[in-house]
């Protein structure tokens, strides 16, 4: 059923980005049915999940994106074996060795979710410390005084951590920060604690659906966790982890993303896949601003209202306004007459999106960690910058609205976290080109 995929040379060489461009013909309605992939954000630390076991795991729904090929590798790095047909992958650790490769590792945030899984399997581990990247500097104390707190004795040297563990013990450990809950901390702690002797409890534990998705892989494998999707996880050790199939969730980002491209365009477009419970914040500042969304058993439809109003919006944890989802809110905003605000309360610089929407004419001004968007105008054709994955997102919808031409250069930061973003966007009416330059 798997033929051996060449794209994971076992050397890990590196991936060259092409610097691709796309070319949009703006003022177009968006009209129709877009499929919405496998959740980035619940992939990612799954696949590292399967560390955990020597015994196959196979795993469906699997988006087409780069991090997933970064991530890919780095398992492969690691000595698993990795097969890949379609959106299913199959990965088998039987024997894996406790140290990342330094150059793949440090290129992608989610990859510290290899900790966890290579701590509580081989109690060592030794991980270049992950990127920081435009949206903020993207800490790991988190991590790591939950794996302390279960016994692992850590050093981080010259750009590495070192982890060690006899054996890992259960603890009870609170997991707050300064913007409080960490997403990847909790699903690395929780991890690691899955093979620990007796009980973890992890309070102010993330609940994100990409959490609960990996809590549910887990608890296929054989994992203990109570109280999943709420504040406070509870994991009782077990011995081993078993091999398991499961399908991962859709990706609420991308399918938000479609939602408010058919808001900026006046168009209408059914989200098929997507579960409109995991974007009750976002539907609800939709709704609040003129936009109609409509559930049904395998989607929900999106279009813009008559009448539009301003909102104010703060991203929170979940189930809160995403941060995830606030550069694309912000472009919608940008066409609603009056003043909106966006106050982005999880990560300290992430409005690099704003001076590019000022570009195509959009007046918003920064007062700390609000933006003011003083709506109502039209936007027009500018060639933009794109400088990471949800901003590069919003400069797509941006154009998309724009009358006239917008160039959207450096699009690689899209391909990492979206599948086929401009052949799904063309198949909705989008006159939006792919250029390499
Ligand atoms: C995950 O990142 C997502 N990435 C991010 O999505 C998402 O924006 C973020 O969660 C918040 O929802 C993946 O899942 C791969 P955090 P993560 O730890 O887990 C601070 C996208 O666009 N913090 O929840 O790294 C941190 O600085 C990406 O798909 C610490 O202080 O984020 C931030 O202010 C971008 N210490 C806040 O917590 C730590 O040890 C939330 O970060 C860890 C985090």
């Given at each position: ?22 070319v949009i013909d703006g003022g177009h309605p968006l009209h129709g049915k877009v499929k919405i992939s496998g959740a980035k954000n619940s992939t990612l630390p799954m696949l590292a999940a399967c560390l955990l076991t020597e015994e196959p795991c196979i795993i469906h729904n ?143 534990a993330a609940c994100e659906p990409e959490v609960v998705d990996v809590a549910r892989f887990l608890e296929a494998m054989g994992a203990k966790i109570e109280g999943i999707g709420s504040p406070s996880l509870i994991i009782h050790g077990v011995d081993r982890l078993g091999g ?40 609800d500042k939709m709704q609040e601003a003129g936009c109609e969304l409509v559930r049904s058993e395998n989607g929900f439809l999106a279009r813009r209202g008559k009448l539009l109003q301003s909102v104010d919006i703060t991203t929170q944890p979940h189930p809160g306004f995403p ?115």
């Amino acid at each position: 059923m798997f033929e051996k995929s060449g794209l994971f040379a076992a050397n890990g060489g590196w991936v060259t980005f092409q610097m691709d461009k796309f070319v949009i013909d703006g003022g177009h309605p968006l009209h129709g049915k877009v499929k919405i992939s496998g959740a980035k954000n619940s992939t990612l630390p799954m696949l590292a999940a399967c560390l955990l076991t020597e015994e196959p795991c196979i795993i469906h729904n699997v988006p087409h994106l780069d991090d997933v090929d970064f991530m890919l590798e780095i398992l492969q790095s690691l000595g698993a074996s990795v097969e890949r047909q379609g959106t299913t992958v199959r990965i088998q650790s039987a024997k894996i060795t406790p140290f990342g490769d330094y150059n793949l590792i440090r290129k992608m945030r989610g990859s510290i979710c290899i900790l966890g899984p290579l701590v509580g399997r081989l109690g060592e581990a030794t991980v270049s410390m992950p990127g920081g990247c435009v949206i903020g500097t993207r800490p790991i104390d988190l991590h790591l005084k939950g794996l302390r707190a279960l016994g692992t004795r850590i050093e981080v040297e010259s750009g590495y951590v070192h982890a060690k563990a006899i054996k890992l013990r259960g603890n009870e450990i609170f997991l707050g920060g300064r913007s409080g809950p960490t997403v990847l901390g909790t699903i690395n702690v929780m991890m690691a604690a899955c093979l620990a002797e007796g009980r973890t409890v992890i309070d102010c534990a993330a609940c994100e659906p990409e959490v609960v998705d990996v809590a549910r892989f887990l608890e296929a494998m054989g994992a203990k966790i109570e109280g999943i999707g709420s504040p406070s996880l509870i994991i009782h050790g077990v011995d081993r982890l078993g091999g398991a199939e499961y399908s991962v969730i859709p990706d609420r980002i991308e399918a938000a993303t479609f939602a408010l491209a058919a808001a900026v365009t006046d168009g209408e477009v059914f989200m098929e896949d997507a579960d409109l419970q995991h974007l009750s914040a976002v539907a609800d500042k939709m709704q609040e601003a003129g936009c109609e969304l409509v559930r049904s058993e395998n989607g929900f439809l999106a279009r813009r209202g008559k009448l539009l109003q301003s909102v104010d919006i703060t991203t929170q944890p979940h189930p809160g306004f995403p941060t995830d989802a606030q550069a694309q809110m912000m472009v919608f905003m940008t066409l609603i007459p009056g003043i909106s605000i966006i106050t982005e309360r999880i990560f300290e610089s992430r409005f690099m999106h704003v001076n590019e929407l000022i570009r195509l004419g959009a007046d918003i001004s920064i007062e700390g960690p609000s933006a003011i968007v003083k709506g109502g105008k039209k936007l027009s054709g500018a060639p933009v910058m794109a400088s990471d994955l949800r901003a590069s997102a919003a400069l797509v919808l941006a154009g998309l609205a724009a009358r006239g031409r917008t160039e959207v250069s450096r699009v690689y930061h899209i391909d990492r976290g979206y599948e086929k973003i401009d052949a799904k966007l063309e198949a909705l009416g989008g006159r939006i080109e792919r250029v390499s330059v």
